[in-house]
């Protein structure tokens, strides 16, 4: 399995750093895994975006989902043009994306695209790749996600909060991607986010072979981030860096 890091800035993005996603390929699947901005640019730069198997959006927030948008309009009226790309993302990020183009039966979106809503105990295999899903404790529906090929595994939070049981999905993973969108050190709380401590700790907790932490905001410094999560999964922690590379 190969995973790359197509952006990682959480909640907003500035030049040259897009927002959240993620491409994962594995078993010659290529899967899309967050749309934030920006993100639909790298992967054209790194992969014909025409040989993505399928597309993830972990939640409705627009650094996760708006790059959605971009490509339907690639997949619509570009060349060569795409048919039926699964699109796999809870049922109210469906609707609200299908509803952002107007999209009522008959229209290209349901072409281009075959929506299918996931969430909790979802699983769902694609070239012998299998995908599961669990809730995330986020402020909409979210979800979290493990993807698994050949006896490898990887885990994504998305956004979420310490709490919920979708650590489950990232038990005993190679690779957990997690997000680290505030420090501990700062004091800052919001139920509905991680620090970076929370993702070291919850990466120990699951026994997580390897952790990067992503969803770093601008404002926020990542070698302090890295070396929070270090500090509770007590070994060194990935940053996760647009157009970087690695396997899992
Ligand atoms: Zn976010």
């Known amino acids: 399995m190969q995973l790359t890091v197509l952006g990682s800035s959480g909640s907003y993005t500035l030049p040259g750093r897009p927002g959240s996603g993620l491409l994962i390929e594995a078993g010659g699947v290529r899967l899309w895994c967050d749309a934030g ?24 927030h627009v650094d996760h989902s708006v790059d959605v948008l971009t490509a339907f309009h690639r997949f619509a009226y570009g060349s060569p043009q795409r048919r039926g790309v699964p699109l796999l993302a809870p049922a109210d990020t469906l609707d609200r994306l299908a509803g952002f183009v107007g999209a009522d039966t008959g229209h290209a979106w349901f072409d281009v695209f075959d929506p299918e809503p996931v969430g909790e105990g979802k699983t769902l295999e694609l070239g012998g790749v299998e995908i599961s899903f669990g809730d995330a404790f986020h402020s909409v529906p979210a979800v979290a996600v493990r993807v698994e090929h050949g006896g490898r595994s990887l885990a994504y939070t998305g956004d979420t909060g310490p709490e919920g049981d979708w650590m489950r999905l990232a038990d005993g993973v190679d690779l957990l991607v997690a997000e680290a969108t505030m420090l501990e050190a700062t004091g800052e709380t919001f139920p509905y986010h991680m620090t970076a401590a929370d993702a070291g700790r919850i990466a120990r907790s699951v026994g997580a072979a390897a952790l990067m932490v992503t969803h770093l905001p601008p404002h926020i410094d990542p070698d302090v981030a890295v070396q929070e999560a270090e500090s509770t999964f007590d070994r060194p922690v990935e940053l996760a860096v647009p157009g970087s590379s690695r396997k899992v």
């Open 37 to 60: 901005p920006g993100t639909f640019e790298v992967l054209c730069d790194l992969a014909d975006p025409a040989q993505v198997d399928a597309v993830v959006v972990t939640h409705r």
